[in-house]
């Protein structure tokens, strides 16, 4: 299972990558891998300001539909459109063209607050 040492996590399984004020967020492998297979991803948050751990949007698998929470305060800038037509994406490579928004956060500082990847393992027992 992969699990990008390079990312931050959530205990809601979403992973989160910095470059500068801006966040790139998608769930993490683990995720995608527990929901099966992804076919809709929905986000009617873009130009919205969201509190740390707001539900931002859901995934939709075969059998369940799942909340999406923000992992830092900020203000959703943009949406991954091409999920819109291909959500098996998510499933395929969640790290890289599975992304789902950018937030433009509050304050970069709190990115460290998110857990590394050897504590994300620890929390899902990889």
Aim: charged share 30%; net charge negative.
């Amino acid at each position: 299972m992969s699990i990008p040492s390079s990312l931050r996590y959530t205990k809601d399984h979403e992973w989160a990558k910095i470059e500068g004020d801006i966040v790139t967020v998608g769930i993490t492998h683990f995720a995608q891998k527990e929901l099966g297979d992804i076919v809709y991803v929905e986000v009617e948050t873009v130009d919205q300001h969201l509190d740390k751990d707001a539900v931002f949007g859901t995934v939709e698998a075969v059998k369940t539909v799942s909340d999406l929470f923000l992992p830092m305060a900020g203000e959703i800038i943009e949406f991954n459109d091409s999920l819109t037509t291909s959500p098996e994406v998510v499933n395929k490579d969640p790290y890289e063209a599975g992304w789902m928004i950018k937030i433009k956060v509050d304050d970069a500082a709190d990115y460290d607050s998110l857990l590394t990847a050897d504590q994300y393992k620890e929390l899902i027992g990889a």
